[in-house]
Nanobody, 121 residues
Framework: QVQLVESGGGLVQAGGSLRLSCAAS????????MGWYRQAPGKQRELVAD???????NYVDSVKGRFTISRDNAKNTVYLQMNSLKPEDTAVYYC???????????????WGQGTQVTVSS
């Protein structure tokens, strides 16, 4: 079994900051990519940012310059530092990981349970 456990969501005023964390645990051989997606009410889930095991990052245009993704490979943990938050950042944020559970096995995608981020104007 593999679990992704998120923390750090909450309510913040526009212009404020939040830091999300997501720790992966269980039977894991290696994690290729870890990332954050978000889903606002009535909208499709979208990729916010992801990071490879070598540290290559990718961001959606709307968060570039405001959000920073990082990871601690030793702890199988990914972080999302969110600064200058806007009301349009309000959504449920989901952690995601592409990983191998054993050497030579298939790459599998796992999701966290989601954490609510609400930005008030």
């Amino acid at each position: 079994q593999v679990q992704l456990v998120e923390s750090g969501g909450g309510l913040v005023q526009a212009g404020g900051s939040l830091r999300l964390s997501c720790a992966a645990s269980g039977s894991i051989f290696s994690i290729n990519v870890m990332g954050w997606y978000r889903q606002a009410p009535g909208k499709q889930r979208e990729l916010v940012a992801d990071i490879s095991s070598s540290g290559i990052t990718n961001y959606v245009d709307s968060v570039k310059g405001r959000f920073t993704i990082s990871r601690d490979n030793a702890k199988n943990t990914v972080y999302l530092q969110m600064n200058s938050l806007k009301p349009e950042d309000t959504a449920v944020y989901y952690c995601n990981a592409l990983l191998l559970r054993f050497r030579g096995g298939p790459i599998q995608r796992y999701w966290g349970q989601g954490t609510q981020v609400t930005v008030s104007s």
